[in-house]
């Protein structure tokens, strides 16, 4: 009677500790920027699933993965990857965390059409984007200063392709740094300038390149293989400008939350992840998704 009671009671201890198939919404949060990823997902497994239930949020990255570790939600999608100082709070409270790389965005880095500029190597870009390099004639262009167009970043907020390609801080002031620049509100309003500005040079997701601007083909190394921004070449690993995005569950993430993760690796899920302008992370050649799986 004793040992009953003690597994009774060790069953309960668990059940508390994890959400279990009783009704009870999936809560995802976090990354603004894959929402609508996100939210399209959700509503195709629903429909599949109809006794699952999903909520989707997109209150920010930093707040997302805070909830998550708080225990508020199931699981938390993310543009970068957890800080150490994230996981150290995860330690503290006991939190197992698996991380999962679900997509990519793929930059492009354009200029305009009539640029003589068709390749550039990784350093030379982050030597044009630093104000190391400010004449097109350095990159084997013509004799002309070469225009430096940036995103504007919101309060708060940071450049994937400025602090973790370029490595410029998110504090540094970008007006102050290179006088040779332009700071634009959108992706859209780079490519309208990349489209009217001979000189002008900037990047952007690749779903924004049209044929008003010209892609450059990029190098890891100076004597390495430049290669354009495709699909084809990012998933390989061979084009060096990606922007991941990942998923966080706990370890002991029970099975609805589980095969809900399952499903964004689906073949039908991976189409979603396309139809919104992401790359899907190929699975390995033996369809393994744990292999995609890493604990924190």
Not at 175 to 190: A, G, P, Y
Not at 248 to 256: E, G, R, V
């Amino acid at each position: 009677m004793r040992i009953l009671y003690i597994l009774l009671l060790i069953t309960l201890i668990f059940s508390g500790c994890q959400k279990q198939n009783s009704g009870e919404p999936i809560l995802v949060d976090g990354s603004t920027t894959i929402f609508e990823l996100s939210k399209d997902w959700a509503e195709a497994y629903m429909a599949k699933n109809p006794g699952t239930k999903i909520q989707v949020s997109a209150n920010g990255t930093t707040k997302g993965i805070a909830d998550f570790l708080n225990g508020k939600i199931d699981i938390a999608e993310s543009s970068r990857k957890i800080s150490e100082e994230e996981i150290l709070k995860a330690r503290e409270k006991g939190v197992d965390v698996g991380e999962f790389y679900v997509g990519f965005n793929i930059y492009a880095v354009a200029v305009h059409p009539e640029n003589q500029v068709k390749q550039l190597d990784k350093n030379q870009i982050k030597d044009i984007f630093s104000g190391k390099i400010t004449n097109w004639k350095d990159t084997g262009g013509k004799d002309s200063e070469i225009k430096v167009l940036y995103r504007e970043i919101p309060t708060g907020e940071y450049d994937y392709f400025l602090e973790n390609f370029i490595h410029l801080s998110g504090n540094i002031d970008i007006n102050k740094t290179l006088s040779h620049i332009k700071v634009l509100k959108t992706q859209e309003d780079i490519v309208k300038e990349v489209a009217t500005n001979e000189n002008a040079i900037g990047y952007f997701f690749l779903n924004y390149l049209d044929n008003t601007t010209k892609a450059i083909a990029v190098a890891k190394e100076k004597d390495g293989t430049y290669l354009t921004p495709s699909v084809e070449n990012a998933q390989t690993g061979d084009y060096p400008i990606l922007r991941p995005y990942y998923m966080y569950i706990s370890k002991y993430a029970n099975k609805p939350i589980r095969d809900f993760v399952d499903f964004t690796y689906s073949l039908e899920g991976t189409e979603i992840t396309k139809k919104n302008g992401f790359v899907p992370v190929p699975l390995p050649e033996d369809k393994n998704r744990e292999a995609l799986f890493e604990y924190i």
